[in-house]
Every structure is written in C-alpha cells, then in structure tokens.
C-alpha cells in the first residue's frame, strides 16, 4: 500500500515537470479512443510475451531494448538527452544484479514516470474507461483465460521490473507495476485537468481516487490473504480508484 500511494504521490509532483517537456503519449487528451488504443497495445504485448516465452535471448533483448526506452522518457523532463546515462545503469544495474532490490527501486522509477505521462495524457473520461476496460480484462485473464498468469511467469523469470516483490515471513508477495499504474492514472489525471480546492497542493478528486485507490487494494489483500492463491488486482483497485474520484468529484 506504501508503494501504491508513493508512486501516485510522486507522479502527481512530476507531472507538472513532464507537461513542460511536452511528453505526452497522446495529443488530445479528451479523445476517449485513447483508452482504446491503449488497450490494444497491452494485448500486442501481452501476446508477444507469452509468444516469445521460450526463446529467452530474443524476449530478453526485447524488454531491455523496451526498458532502455521507457527509462529514458522517464528521466527526460529532468535531464534532458543526459537521460541515457541513468537509463543505462538501471539497465545494467538489472542485467548485472537482478536481485529484489535493483527490481523494486527500478519498478518504481518507471511506475512513477509512465503513471505521470499517461496522467497528463488522458482526460479524467477517458482514463476511467481506460479503467474500467482493463479491470474487465484483468478478470478474464486471470480467472477465465489465465493467461495474465502465465505472463507473471515469464516476466518473474526474466527478473524485469514488471513486478514488485515485496518480502514477507512467508513467501514474497507480488503486485504487478500495471496494478500500481493503471488507476494512479486517474489520480494524476484528477490533478492535472480539473478545478478544485486543494489540501497540501493536492486536489480534493485527486485526493479522494488515491484513497479509493489503496482502499482497494486492501481489499485485494485480504481478499488474497483468505484465498492463497493468484488473483487479478485491477478489479478491486480501479473500482475504488473509480469510486473515489467520483466521491471527489461529486463534491467540488
């Protein structure tokens, strides 16, 4: 839950930083086939993991040619092209040491940046039927399909930070970055497009879709913690990310 709501928090304060350096994923925020697309690009990955499973040479060169890319847009609004030089040690800092803490610190960096640069890029509509469509997916994927737990798979044993492991006195848990991403989306979001009142620079539905958010995914652990087994996040965490919001927007 601390990680969840770090990474909202954080995102929210370089959000402002990524608007000045223009780096948007999409130009209209408003356009709500942006979720759409969006969408369909998580599938295309989905489906070239799980494809490419086997070959590990070939997957590996992929995600860290992916991670390069994204670590260098992350650090860009704060560093401009010098941005490569800190996106060239996490990866090797990753290709070196792939231990618990160089995937945690490195998932986070990219949490952080990635939540911010899809904030600013979507409208608070769009980025709710964003959520909404990949709750619904999440839930075929795991319980239906299960696919989405034959990904997990592949990304743990490739050691990429996809995942978050945090230890415990029994096994590690495991939450997927996209659970921490994906509804702190509409956080930033709340932050960036609308008017109103503030506490600690932090705006009342912003505010309100981060608590919604972590309430959420306490239920998913408890949930998780009475049925030990895998389950799908983005059910529990959108709908309280969804919930708040519209607690907080309803009231401004």
Do not use: W
Not at 181 to 190: E, G, Q
Request: hydrophobic share 60%; proline share 6%; aromatic share 12%.
């Amino acid at each position: 839950m601390l990680i969840f709501v770090l990474v909202g928090l954080t995102a929210m304060l370089f959000s402002p930083s990524y608007e000045s350096a223009n780096v948007k994923v999409f130009e209209n925020p408003s356009d709500p086939t942006n979720s759409i697309l969006y969408f369909f690009a998580i599938i295309l990955f989905t489906a070239v993991v799980l494809i490419l499973a086997r070959n590990k040479i070939v997957l590996k060169l992929i995600m860290y040619s992916l991670l390069l890319i994204s670590a260098f847009y992350v650090f860009y609004p704060f560093l401009g092209y010098l941005s490569i030089l800190p996106s060239l040690i996490i990866l090797l800092a990753l290709m070196k040491k792939p231990n618990g803490v160089t995937i945690d610190v490195s998932a986070f960096f990219l949490a952080c940046g990635i939540t911010a640069m899809f904030g600013i890029s979507l409208e608070p509509l769009p980025a709710i039927l964003l959520l909404i469509v990949l709750a619904i997916y999440d839930f075929l994927a795991v319980y239906k399909t299960k696919h989405m737990l034959d990904l997990a798979e592949s990304i743990l044993d490739l050691k990429l930070p996809l995942l978050f492991v945090v230890p415990t006195d029994d096994k590690p848990t495991m939450l997927g970055v996209g659970d921490v991403v994906i509804p702190n989306i509409l956080t930033v979001s709340a932050q960036t497009f609308l008017k109103a009142p503030s506490f600690f620079g932090i705006k009342l539905p912003a505010l309100t879709t981060l608590i919604g958010g972590s309430l959420g995914l306490l239920a998913l652990l408890i949930f998780a913690e009475r049925f030990k087994k895998a389950h799908a996040g983005l059910p529990f965490i959108n709908t309280g990310a969804i919930l708040g919001f519209l607690l907080g927007f309803l009231t401004i």
